[in-house]
């Protein structure tokens, strides 16, 4: 069974400050995929990566950077230089890829909220 | 850009009521999912739909609920007899077998 852990509910920053996100998974899948989705208080679901277990380089895109860990399971996402707009609810999710079909049935994580204060 | 696009943004239905999401995905998508997310809680996968039939559907889609691709267009999620309990986002996403790409949700809320 498939299980993806955000052990954080809420993580509190101040403007400016960096902020990382943790993401522990659990899979029996050789082959899988993670992914980090960003919801806002207006409840849409904002892609921001996927990731699959064959690429463990890390990536950075602006102010977001990803350090995929296959030897721990983490797949853990920090924000650098935080502003108030990166407020929201974090969600990490995984995948399988047994079956083409199975590559959107997501398994997500409870979701960590960032409160970026001024 | 595509995109997968929900009609209502929000519902309001009485207990007991039918109610009927609409989803219209990417056009050359294959893969349909409905997707729940309860208030506060996390997105949980309702179901998935290929080749016009459910591929795969979680314990939370039970008798209460179907799934439809009536036109082609169109992918939608019919909840029968609803229930306060139901009250929820509902997310709809399509994919071409890479990944899934989601609508901006439908709020239900059941009174």
């Known amino acids: 069974a498939q299980k993806v852990t955000q052990a954080q509910t809420e993580i509190s920053v101040v403007e400016k400050e960096d902020v990382t996100l943790d993401c522990v998974y659990e899979t029996r899948d050789t082959t899988y995929y993670l992914f980090w989705y960003k919801q806002p208080p207006s409840g849409e679901l904002v892609f921001l990566i996927r990731r699959n277990s064959f690429d463990e380089q890390n990536e950075i895109s602006g102010r977001y950077s990803w350090n995929f860990q296959k030897s721990t399971s983490s797949f853990n996402f920090t924000i650098t230089a935080s502003q108030v707009v990166d407020s929201a609810v974090y969600f990490c999710a995984l995948s399988e890829a047994k079956r083409t079909d199975s590559w959107g049935k997501l398994q997500f994580g409870a979701g960590t909220q960032v409160v970026v204060t001024p | 850009e595509p995109e997968v696009t929900q009609t209502p943004s929000h519902q309001v239905t009485q207990m007991g009521q039918e109610v009927i999401l609409r989803c219209v995905p990417i056009s050359n998508h294959l893969y349909f999912y409905w997707y729940r997310q309860i208030l506060g809680q996390k997105v949980e996968f309702l179901v998935s739909?290929?080749?016009?039939?459910?591929?795969?559907k979680s314990e939370i889609f039970d008798d209460q609920f179907s799934v439809e691709r009536p036109d082609g267009s169109n992918f939608t999620l019919k909840i029968r007899s609803t229930k306060l309990e139901d009250s929820a986002m509902y997310f709809c996403?399509?994919?071409?077998?890479?990944?899934?790409?989601f609508g901006q949700g439908t709020r239900l809320t059941v009174v």
């Open positions: 739909f290929y080749n016009n039939e459910i591929s795969e």
């Open positions: 996403a399509s994919g071409e077998g890479t990944e899934a790409f």
